[in-house]
């Protein structure tokens, strides 16, 4: 995948968790940056280019790095292999669904 590739899909990502958790929690996308306040405190959410990943910071998981997998269209833990809307949906009581442009 290359900046642009990644570009795109970061930012389709993080429009549509912006969307999608404002039902949920109060969400507000900035820059690249998706700051969402939930009953247990503050999750980020952004995108950093230089490694071509999503970084997760939420106040029941700590810090998470997330890579794009093409062949499911999943944001894939770097550690773990767990997806990130997985993640996100089980840690804000959601059911965000997103699919790659």
């Known amino acids: 995948m290359d900046d642009a590739d990644f570009e ?7 429009t549509t968790l912006e969307e999608a958790l404002v039902d949920h929690a109060e969400a507000e996308l900035q ?5 969402v306040q939930g009953r ?3 999750w ?3 995108k950093h280019l ?3 990943q999503i970084w997760l910071s939420s106040p029941r998981t700590g810090a998470r790095h997330f890579a ?3 062949e499911s ?8 292999g767990a997806d990130l809307l997985s993640t996100i949906n089980a840690e ?4 965000v669904r997103w699919w790659p442009r």
């Open 8 to 14: 795109n899909l970061s930012d389709s990502l993080l």
């Open 40 to 42: 247990e405190g503050t």
């Open 31 to 35: 820059g690249s940056v998706l700051t």
């Open 50 to 52: 230089p490694t071509r």
């Open 44 to 46: 980020v959410i952004n």
């Open 73 to 80: 269209g999943l944001w894939r833990d770097t550690r773990d």
């Open 92 to 95: 804000l009581g959601a059911s």
């Open 68 to 70: 794009f997998e093409p």
